[in-house]
């Protein structure tokens, strides 16, 4: 009897046992498969390691080193995949549909430069994985985010609008000019906004607004530019906008204008860089660190659909002291006192 009693009782355990082993397989089984099918770009919020693609217009820019340091400050580490569409859109549709696209889930963001890339990115991703945007001009008006206060998507970012006003008023304050040209690419979409506005204030500031037409074409550029060496059409000077192609072209541009000897007013600091005499413009580093603010915010919990793209640009007088004494153009001590100085 004693003898059946432990028999049974150690049946009773064994039982236990292998119920509990069996249990505890199925539960291991479990996060097995759970680990395996879990979207790759569920990172839990608060994570320090990132995996950014980076879909860049025209290479790398300060507005992208300020984007890494801050991501690095903020205690991020961060492994970038970089896609340079080299300013062609045959190019940029090849990197998203079969470049990007393919591997959505290998990325925690992506991060997008323009508004080319931008609105593009945003209309092959469609929210799948979260979109910081960076100098963007009018990110509403181009359909990437639906107000400046709430995206409406899985998508913020920066814009680097500064108002033209301000760009000229500035400019008028250092030389007097009448008759300003404006050198442009007409298929680009920023171009012709800032080309209406130009032509919309003039009448407030006595200008007459001159037209350069510089598609991406062959010698349209340099057709303009001979136009201003030879004085077949005279100008005061010249304004040189936010514009991806015109920008590329800037030492060709700042040296044919140095050498017209036309006064220059950029709208970026690399015009500045490159010979063009002045300009009030976006800091770029500056702005990319306000966009690795996003992510951090993002990571912290907030939605990217609730956090306003950022708008708070403390623009830079930059002067290039070399060409101001080439064209023998003397600016005020006024701005001076405040203004970077470039050579």
């Not at 859109?89 to 080319?116: A, M, Q, S, V």
């Not at 979409?189 to 510089?214: Q, T």
């Not at 000897?261 to 990319?288: E, F, H």
């Amino acid at each position: 009897m004693v003898r059946n009693g432990l028999r049974s009782a150690t049946r009773r355990i064994n039982q236990s046992r292998e119920c509990a082993m069996k249990t505890a397989l199925v539960s291991y089984l479990f996060l097995v498969v759970g680990a395996i099918f879990a979207p790759m770009n569920s990172v839990p919020a608060g994570s320090n390691e990132l995996r950014v693609a980076m879909i860049l217009w025209r290479g790398e820019t300060k507005a992208e080193q300020g984007f890494t340091h801050g991501l690095k400050e903020l205690g991020y580490s961060v492994q970038y995949t970089v896609m340079n569409a080299g300013q062609d859109k045959t190019k940029l549709g090849h990197l998203l549909k079969e470049d990007l696209t393919p591997k959505l889930k290998d990325f925690d963001y992506i991060y997008t430069f323009g508004t080319t890339v931008s609105k593009s990115t945003r209309f092959i991703v469609r929210d799948q994985v979260p979109q910081i945007f960076n100098i963007v001009a009018a990110p509403v008006k181009a359909g990437i985010v639906r107000t400046m206060q709430s995206s409406g998507g899985n998508i913020s970012g920066v814009s680097n609008t500064i108002p033209l006003s301000l760009q000229i008023q500035t400019a008028l304050r250092a030389v007097k000019f009448n008759r300003l040209g404006l050198i442009f690419n007409p298929r680009e979409k920023n171009s012709m906004a800032i080309r209406k506005n130009l032509k919309e204030m003039s009448a407030r500031f006595g200008l007459e607004v001159i037209d350069f037409r510089s598609p991406p074409t062959e010698n349209a550029l340099l057709q303009s530019l001979e136009k201003l060496k030879t004085k077949s059409v005279v100008v005061d000077a010249i304004y040189l906008p936010q514009d991806s192609f015109i920008v590329s072209k800037a030492e060709l541009i700042g040296a044919a204008l140095i050498s017209a000897k036309v006064i220059s007013i950029g709208s970026i600091k690399k015009y500045i860089d490159k010979g063009a005499l002045m300009g009030v413009v976006p800091d770029y580093y500056q702005l990319g660190k306000a966009a690795a603010t996003i992510v951090d915010k993002h990571q912290k919990g907030e939605k990217l659909k609730d956090i306003p793209v950022y708008t708070e640009i403390q623009p830079l007088l930059v002067i290039n002291k070399t060409t101001s004494q080439l064209l023998n153009v003397k600016i005020p001590a006024d701005l001076l006192k405040g203004a970077v100085i470039v050579e």
